[in-house]
């Protein structure tokens, strides 16, 4: 009884992605330290209703309301008592309830930004993949946070290579002993690359990540830099580090997943393979270290360790992710929103590769950035861009 009630009660929020697939194998390498207790997932039902058969949770919610008859009655079929729901109030209610004590957050784009926050307000522990909810609201998320005690461990392998970096020094100290932080990026797909060689790419070119496995519009953020723009401005909020210390340095081998150098001198750097079970573990049994699945890193076979500046001309995205930081309020938000909308239109072969950078430019430019006191702000800030880039991409 003692090791049930030790247990971690785990939701796990966009669980049939690549972040979620990862989290359950490192979960379940440990039954005797935590319990799926809620599979969320957007519109993959099926997928959801195999997951329920392996995991056995006590709750699962499909995102698309109109998939619940289907979601209720593949649980009944299958024998499992685990309860079915459907829709965002759901997903938030239990993100907040005692179903969980740690979440992982992996709901991909701004989607994922109410059931974070509930999560937070509510005290959880949060392993936290969506970087929307830090772009969107970062100064409203840490702040919630901080109010409830919540607990957010980045799980972005940049992120929890500083997270752990800094953990090396008090804690409590926030920036106060960090030089700069230095971010680094794979450089994706195209790395070397000029400007006008860009104007032809494919969707299937700009999802093949040379080294990470992760969703078509990460992989399309990955390819344009602005997943590294997007990172930049959470690192801000994350640890409270002003956006002028911190750099980005393109890293081809994608081996250092991030830096941080402290006013002594000193520079730590976190290292392992590209493979987000690691993060994943030190998220879900942090301040120890668990089995994650995942080999050491072995220097002599990898050679060399390269780092280069990043071609800013090339890849306007990352210039206008600091262009917003920079701006503040709503920017970000503004910059979020064009970026998901032209990034959908890219995949679906509305636009070009180029097209992506012009149209969140244009969003920025258009909307001046206004203060973000609340959500409701934000969200109308969120939504005016999507229509005004919308309305630009079906002009063009």
């Not at 690192?235 to 750099?247: K, N, T």
Request: negative net charge; glycine residues 8%; hydrophobic residues 50%.
């Amino acid at each position: 009884m003692d090791a049930a009630m030790n247990l971690r009660r785990v939701a796990v929020l966009g669980a049939t992605g690549s972040i979620g697939a990862s989290a359950l194998d490192v979960i379940a390498r440990h039954p005797d330290r935590f319990q799926v207790t809620v599979l969320a997932a957007g519109r993959q039902l099926q997928a959801l209703l195999d997951l329920c058969r392996t995991h056995q949770p006590t709750h699962a919610v499909i995102a698309d309301e109109q998939l619940y008859p289907a979601l209720r009655d593949g649980l009944r079929a299958a024998g499992l008592a685990t309860q079915p729901h459907a829709g965002s109030a759901a997903l938030d209610q239990l993100a907040a309830s005692d179903a969980c004590d740690t979440v992982v957050a992996a709901i991909v784009g701004a989607a994922g930004l109410s059931s974070t926050l509930a999560a937070a307000a509510a005290g959880k522990r949060i392993l936290l993949a969506n970087k929307e909810s830090l772009v969107l609201a970062g100064e409203l998320l840490t702040r919630t946070a901080e109010r409830a005690g919540a607990e957010i461990i980045p799980i972005d392998s940049e992120h929890s290579a500083i997270f752990q970096c800094l953990r090396s020094r008090d804690a409590s100290l926030d920036g106060a002993g960090v030089r700069r932080i230095l971010l680094t990026a794979s450089g994706g797909p195209f790395r070397g690359r000029r400007r006008a060689d860009l104007e032809q790419v494919t969707p299937a070119q700009a999802v093949a990540h040379p080294k990470w496995s992760m969703g078509p519009k990460i992989s399309v953020d990955s390819a344009t830099l602005m997943n590294k723009g997007l990172e930049v401005i959470e690192a801000h909020h994350l640890f409270h580090v002003p956006a002028q210390r911190i750099q980005v340095l393109v890293h081809p081998q994608s081996l250092v997943h991030s830096l941080v150098e402290f006013i002594d001198g000193s520079t730590l750097a976190q290292m392992g393979l590209p493979d987000m079970r690691t993060t994943l573990a030190v998220g879900l049994g942090w301040p120890q270290r668990i089995e994650a699945g995942v080999g050491g890193l072995d220097l002599l076979a990898q050679g060399r360790l390269d780092f280069e500046a990043p071609d800013t001309d090339a890849f306007p995205c990352l210039a206008l992710a600091w262009q917003a930081m920079d701006a503040g309020g709503t920017a970000p938000a503004v910059l979020n929103a064009a970026n998901e909308e032209a990034v959908s239109a890219f995949l679906q072969g509305r636009v070009g590769f180029l097209a992506i950078p012009a149209l969140v430019a244009n969003a920025l430019s258009t909307l001046p950035a206004e203060p973000a006191d609340t959500l409701e702000v934000l969200l109308s800030a969120d939504q005016r861009a999507r229509q005004l880039t919308l309305n630009a991409i079906a002009a063009a």
